[in-house]
């Protein structure tokens, strides 16, 4: 299983930034995806998940009202638009696919790739 984040990117705090996430190697509707976010010295963060259909989100709270995840099941890419971005949003961002257990903890994820780089600058 595949799953190539990209998008990140250096930024000034404020703007914004797409990334996006093209699964292969798996049956990616059948998966619930996730976003999480590692800084450096920090673990691994949860910070947005949607549902195989699209049609459910959680958003951690500092991603919340800033940050929109996504998906196309026919692309098999998830994404994460991320809005008004802050200098502690700095972080490697990965995407991974759940299918059971906690949607905030790491270790439910069957499937991570690597991750992209976003770095935020004041």
């Known amino acids: 299983v595949q799953l190539p984040a990209s998008g990140g990117g250096l930024v000034q705090a404020g703007g914004s930034l797409r990334l996006s996430c093209a699964a292969s190697?798996?049956?990616?509707?059948?998966?619930?995806m996730g976003w999480f976010c590692q800084a450096p010295g920090k673990e691994r963060e949860f910070v947005a998940r949607?549902?195989?259909?699209?049609?459910?989100?959680l958003y951690a709270d500092s991603a919340k009202g800033r940050f929109t995840i996504s998906r196309d099941n026919v692309k098999k890419t998830v994404y994460l638009q991320m809005n008004s971005l802050k200098p502690g949003d700095t972080a490697v961002y990965y995407c991974?696919?759940?299918?059971?257990?906690?949607?905030?903890?790491?270790?439910?994820?069957?499937?991570w790739g690597q991750g992209t780089l976003v770095t935020v600058s004041s």
């Open positions: 991974a696919a759940h299918q059971g257990g906690s949607v905030y903890n790491a270790l439910s994820y069957d499937y």
């Open positions: 949607i549902s195989w259909s699209g049609g459910s989100t």
């Open positions: 190697g798996c049956t990616f509707g059948s998966y619930a």
